[in-house]
């Protein structure tokens, strides 16, 4: 063992090889970044499904976002900024995380190899996080690109039309579908990598951190299409006025 140790030594000696903590300050970034986009989603899909409360509520919280609140009159240019944000969160993720997906077609054969001989649950999760990553990776920057350079066209009307009349739809069902199961395995994997919510019983763990798992992705998957339908519905009746924008009853009123 000794000798081996020494054998060891030597060639790192010999080439030059180095420890190094790249791999590390990676796997902290992937986490970090992967955090972040997984809560700022979650955020994301409660202001969105405002939707279901009434056009109302959906047209304040958009106010909100512009800065009207703060201001006294509305900055799209925030919701640019904000966009542009998560976009460079969301490219900085997907730079660190492609690295650890099968680089050729003969890799991803030995994997599926691989994963089908384990019949490992959390292998297969890894799996279906890297597909959905790769929609979510075209799907997301196209959704992102729209928002940062048309930051005014959100409000119920605005977002109602460009789902339906614009065709945005089977795009937004599908990134639905990616995000949800792809940041709910994300969180439960960072929760194993990183030991949160171990507890003193490793596996009684695992087995609850699952059950979350699949409670978050159905509770925002529901979420998710009722709001989607909301936003289809009100589209679907607002065709023969495409363009024109919502305004509350509290102002209309005062107009009139």
Aim: cysteine-free; hydrophobic content about 50%.
């Amino acid at each position: 063992m000794d000798r081996e140790l020494t054998r060891v030594e030597e060639v790192k000696m010999t080439y030059g090889v180095k420890k190094s903590r790249t791999p590390a300050k990676l796997d902290y970034i992937q986490s970090a970044t992967g955090l972040t986009l997984a809560l700022f989603m979650w955020g994301h899909m409660m202001l969105v499904s405002s939707i279901l409360l009434g056009e109302e509520a959906m047209y304040t919280v958009t106010k909100f976002l512009e800065g009207q609140f703060v201001f006294g009159e509305s900055y799209p240019l925030l919701v640019s900024g904000a966009a542009g944000f998560i976009f460079i969160v969301f490219i900085a993720h997907a730079a660190v995380a492609i690295r650890k997906f099968p680089g050729s077609f003969k890799e991803y054969r030995i994997y599926r190899a691989h994963m089908k001989r384990m019949k490992h649950s959390d292998t297969n999760l890894w799996f279906y996080q890297v597909f959905t990553a790769f929609v979510m990776f075209f799907l997301g920057s196209v959704h992102l690109y729209i928002i940062m350079t048309n930051p005014s066209e959100i409000g119920p009307y605005a977002s109602a039309d460009r789902i339906v009349s614009e065709w945005m739809a089977p795009l937004y069902i599908l990134l639905l579908l990616a995000v949800e199961f792809h940041g709910s395995i994300g969180l439960y994997r960072l929760a194993i990598k990183w030991g949160w919510f171990e507890g003193k019983d490793a596996k009684k763990s695992r087995k609850r951190l699952k059950v979350y798992k699949w409670f978050i992705t159905v509770f925002f998957l529901v979420l998710g299409f009722l709001s989607l339908a909301a936003y289809i519905k009100i589209g679907i009746s607002h065709q023969d006025k495409v363009g024109e924008r919502y305004v509350p009853t509290s102002i209309e009123r005062g107009v009139h």
